[in-house]
């Protein structure tokens, strides 16, 4: 049980461009969502956390308006990077929690490259 | 504001042979200590939560321990497959965020 997806795994697109990713939890209800950026050999860096039906709560530095998140399911959340440049190409990882356990369950992540 | 450090960076060690991996914490609450396992290129693995100081829970060759003040990840007569990179996280209370130390990574020698 609680595994979650992300969709997709590898990407890479030019600078301007907009990608999305997606988020799903396959078998629990996800009341929240978080979404982290990894950089080579560090940690995870928490970019926001979405609750279902609400607006995202974005860490301090991270542009709302580049990072646009939108929780519209249970099972659903999307991470889409506007206008990407070279300097966003980063691994960015989802999780999500279910109503009543504190415990996070991780997607594999995915790898964007902006060239 | 929290704190959270894990030591050693690295640890290599020979198959079979038994070591701890530690997490110390700063925080002015505690609601939970989790222990994650990443694979290079992969997301965080949950391995356990941890609520209060005493507590212990095992899996496998895996075994976590909390104080006050600091986690323990005991792993015993470690296999190759066991190589990875450890996280630790923290949260408060009254708070969803998870704060992470930067990991130890483990490599097991056959």
Known sequence: ?115 | EDQVTQSPEALRLQEGESSSLNCSYTVSGLRGLFWYRQDPGKGPEFLFTLYSAGEEKEKERLKATLTKKESFLHITAPKPEDSATYLCAVQEPGNEKLTFGTGTRLTIIP
């Not at chain 1, 956390?49 to 580049?66: L, M, P, R």
């Not at chain 1, 070279?86 to 992540?109: K, M, N, T, V």
């Open chain 1, 1 to 115: 049980g609680a595994v979650v997806s992300q969709h997709p795994s590898r990407v890479i697109c030019k600078s301007g461009t907009s990608v999305k990713i997606e988020c799903r939890s396959l078998d629990f209800q996800a009341t929240t969502m978080f979404w982290y950026r990894q950089f080579p050999k560090q940690s995870l860096m928490l970019m926001a956390t979405s609750n279902e039906g609400s607006k995202a709560t974005y860490e301090q530095g991270v542009e709302k308006d580049k990072f646009l998140i939108n929780h519209a399911s249970l099972t659903l959340s999307t991470l889409t990077v506007t206008s990407a440049h070279p300097e966003d190409s980063s691994f960015y990882i989802c999780s999500a929690r279910a109503g009543a356990r504190y415990e996070q369950y991780f997607g594999p992540g995915t790898r964007l490259t902006v060239t």
